[in-house]
């Protein structure tokens, strides 16, 4: 069945570690997206894909980055810099051009202890 | 029960009633509109969507109604289950921003059984 894999469910972090949450699509979607849920919030936008080797910064940039070195993958690293990272990460796919919602993956919980 | 949306409130309904979720949309150039559902730890579920060229769609237990004149959009569920509790997202679209969805904050449906 086709659809988009998040690793880990559950990760813990120590404070000043990176930590790589990974996204993996076999949908052949060309756009990937990566956004985070605070308790009782809505979603906000990291970072989003278009096409591979290609990648722009959403609202919510600072602290992040990621690559897209293969078109299924879309890897997100949460660094030292983001000042507070605990929360629930969630990756989604879609084709682009017309009007198509997102497919998105079970999300990453990430906590720092 | 009708609730306002972009402010994660709480609507909280009997079993078997009918809820109506509302979303007052941010921009007049949007033309797609989509429905989200977010189960407690899980990724949003696409429920529906629609055209600004329509004006209601129906699917299984559900109908979106969309007013373009006052920028609103509207989620009924027919005969709400307890299956149904969840926060819905309403979410939005245009051709100048590359196809991002622009996302309403929530609201938190509770089925009372």
């Known amino acids: 069945d086709g659809g988009i894999t998040q690793s880990p469910k559950y990760l813990f972090r120590k404070e000043g570690q990176n930590v790589t949450l990974s996204c993996e699509q076999n949908l052949n979607h060309d756009a990937m997206y990566w956004y985070r849920q605070d308790p009782g919030q809505g979603l906000r936008l990291i970072y989003y894909?278009?096409?591979?080797?290609?990648?722009q910064k959403g609202d919510i940039a600072e602290g992040y980055s990621v690559s897209r070195e293969k078109k299924e993958s879309f890897p997100l690293t949460v660094t030292s810099a983001q000042k507070n990272p605990t929360a629930f990460y969630l990756c989604?796919?879609?084709?682009?051009?017309?009007?198509?919602?997102?497919?998105f993956g079970s999300g990453t919980r990430l906590t720092v202890v | 029960g009708e609730s306002v949306g972009l402010h994660l409130p709480t609507l909280s309904v009997q079993e078997g009633d009918n809820s109506i979720i509302n979303c007052a949309y941010s921009?007049?150039?949007?033309?797609?509109f989509i429905w989200y559902k977010q189960e407690s730890g899980k990724g949003p579920q696409f429920i529906i969507d629609?055209?600004?060229n329509m004006d209601k769609r129906q699917g299984q237990r559900v109908t979106v109604l969309l007013n373009k004149t006052v920028k609103h959009l509207s989620l009924q569920i027919a005969a709400t289950q307890p299956g149904d509790s969840a926060v819905y997202f309403c979410?939005?679209?245009?051709?100048?921003?590359?196809?991002?969805?622009?996302w309403g904050l929530g609201t938190s449906l509770a089925v009372n059984p």
């Open positions: 629609i055209r600004s």
């Open positions: 989604a796919s879609s084709p682009t051009g017309a009007n198509y919602g997102y497919t």
């Open positions: 979410a939005e679209t245009y051709a100048g921003n590359n196809r991002k969805l622009i």
């Open positions: 894909s278009q096409i591979v080797n290609d990648f």
């Open positions: 921009n007049s150039a949007s033309d797609y």
